[in-house]
Each structure stands twice: as structure tokens, then as C-alpha cells.
């Protein structure tokens, strides 16, 4: 479940570190009633960047299946083995 935190809450950083850390789920704050910030830890900020990079990955792999772009398993196996080992 998401929490939302009012932006006056935001002095007590201690406890909101906390809450992020031990979440591991990022922080909404609201100012005015309205969404403003997000906060998180920079263990879950790389979480989510890292699913996101690996997400585009597969998205580019998809698109290379479909378009054909693609070669056979063992033509690039010897590619890479002449390459590293050669």
C-alpha cells in the first residue's frame, strides 16, 4: 500500500529515511492536498531503474523477433567464440 505523506512531515528525516529503507517502496508527498514529490531509497531507485532497463531489453528483443531481425543460436555462438577466444 502506497504512503502518502503531507510535505509539512517532511522534518523529520529520520523517520522518513526510515520508512524508506525499511519499505523499500517509495514515499508520495503531498503539498496543498496535491501530489508532489516521490522520495525512495537509492536501493529501490536502482531497483526500479534496473526492471526498467531490463523491460526495455525485452521490448527491443520483441520488436527484433517480429521485424526478423534476428540470426541462428549457433552462427552466434561461433561469432562470439571467435571473438573471445580466438
Known amino acids: ?11 523529520n528525516t529520520t523517520e522518513i529515511s526510515r ?18 514529490m ?9 531497483r526500479d531503474i534496473a526492471r526498467t532497463e531490463l523491460l526495455n531489453k525485452i521490448a527491443v528483443g520483441e520488436e527484433d523477433l517480429r521485424s526478423g531481425n534476428v540470426i541462428e543460436a549457433e552462427s552466434a555462438f561461433k561469432d562470439l567464440r571467435n571473438e573471445f577466444f580466438d
Open 1 to 11: 500500500m502506497p504512503q502518502i505523506i503531507p510535505i509539512k512531515d517532511l522534518r
Open 19 to 36: 520508512k524508506c529503507h525499511e519499505t523499500n517502496e517509495p514515499i508520495f508527498v503531498t503539498k496543498n492536498g496535491y501530489g508532489d
Open 38 to 46: 516521490v522520495l525512495m531509497s537509492i536501493a529501490t531507485y536502482e
